[in-house]
């Protein structure tokens, strides 16, 4: 049984997982010599470039790189997973470093961290972080909750743009949606304006038309500009996701998971974006495009539980 630490800040909870470090998985990737994909594909080319809100004006489909073997697949999905929240697993220029506890990852892992090698001749600049989440997902619900987003963002606490995060991830169920369109943000305002209410309403004017899917357990990557959010489920579902994040930044939000097989003492910060006190760049859109899931559509806490989702359609 992991330990957990409970941790409550602006009324939000998070059970952060405390690991071993008996027995880790250490390794170092060697790259991939037959490894297949379009290395004409947008996602590749632009690896290591540096942080462009015009980038956002040129649509980016993820790039696959096939499937999770099926003998690997129960494994994979094995449950009694505990959430981990954007541990960090390697440093730049160090080996992968995996608490015993999530052995059940490791060939997913170490196949990500071959294909970032072969295809990345940075890769070595970077912080690799690792999210786990693994939960029944409600009939109608979604595993996690979010308007249209991107993974890593560059927002006003980075005023010198810094190079773009990309992205691994897979699940067994229910394929994360990706919305490649233009999205145009010329007009807002980075320390004002919420972005990621404005992809919700982008996505809303062109009726959800661009709206993608991968496959269960394909393993895609995407990078800072694939707006994207979660699916519903259409029945119960126990989901298993994973996410590979590499990034020049230190990630600092209260909640992320401590690594012990590095020595590391990060003063970490709270991650609500609602203490920034942005506002939606166009405040007469469909209110449901511009409250966060916990509200109501007037603004006003939900009851416990009661999450509301954006309509990503046109109004009729």
């Keep these: 049984m992991i330990e957990m630490q409970q941790l409550t800040y602006s009324g939000k909870h998070y059970s952060v997982p405390l690991f071993s ?3 880790p998985i250490i390794f170092t990737p060697n790259g991939i010599s037959d490894l297949h994909y379009s290395r004409d ?6 690896l290591n470039t540096l942080w462009d809100l015009e980038q956002f004006k040129i649509p980016r489909v993820p790039v696959s790189f096939g499937y999770l073997p099926e003998e690997q697949r129960d494994f994979f999905s094995r449950p009694g997973v505990t959430r981990v929240l954007d541990m960090p697993i390697r440093f730049p220029g160090t080996d992968y470093r ?7 990852f490791k060939d997913v892992i170490s196949r990500v961290a071959n294909i970032e090698e072969a295809i990345n001749p940075q890769h070595s600049v970077y912080y690799c972080y690792l999210t ?5 997902v409600k009939a109608g ?4 909750e979010a308007p249209c987003h991107v993974d890593g963002f560059q927002g006003a606490r980075w005023p010198t743009p810094l190079p773009i995060n990309h992205t691994y991830t897979i699940s067994d169920t229910i394929p994360t949606v990706y919305y490649p369109q233009p999205f145009f943000l010329d007009n807002l305002d980075i320390a004002k304006h919420d972005f990621f209410w404005e992809f919700n309403r982008q996505v809303a004017m062109a009726n959800s038309q661009s709206a993608i899917r991968f496959s269960p357990f394909e393993l895609t990557l995407m990078n800072a500009y694939c707006v994207h959010r979660g699916d519903d489920a259409v029945q119960d579902t126990c989901r298993t996701w994973l996410r590979l994040s590499y990034e020049v930044r230190i990630f600092d ?10 020595d590391y003492d990060w003063k970490m910060v709270e991650r609500d974006i609602e203490q920034l006190n942005l506002v939606p760049y166009d405040q007469n859109c ?3 495009l511009r409250v966060f899931p916990w509200q109501s559509v007037d603004g006003l806490p939900n009851p416990h539980g009661v999450k509301t989702k954006p309509n990503l359609k046109k109004l009729k």
């Design 253 to 262: 939000r209260l909640g992320n998971a401590h690594n012990p097989l590095f």
């Design 21 to 23: 470090t008996e027995n």
């Design 41 to 46: 594909a947008r996602v590749i080319k632009d």
């Design 98 to 104: 995996l608490p015993k506890e999530l052995a059940q």
């Design 286 to 288: 469909d209110p449901s």
């Design 141 to 144: 619900t979604l595993h996690r």
């Design 132 to 136: 786990i989440d693994q939960r029944t």
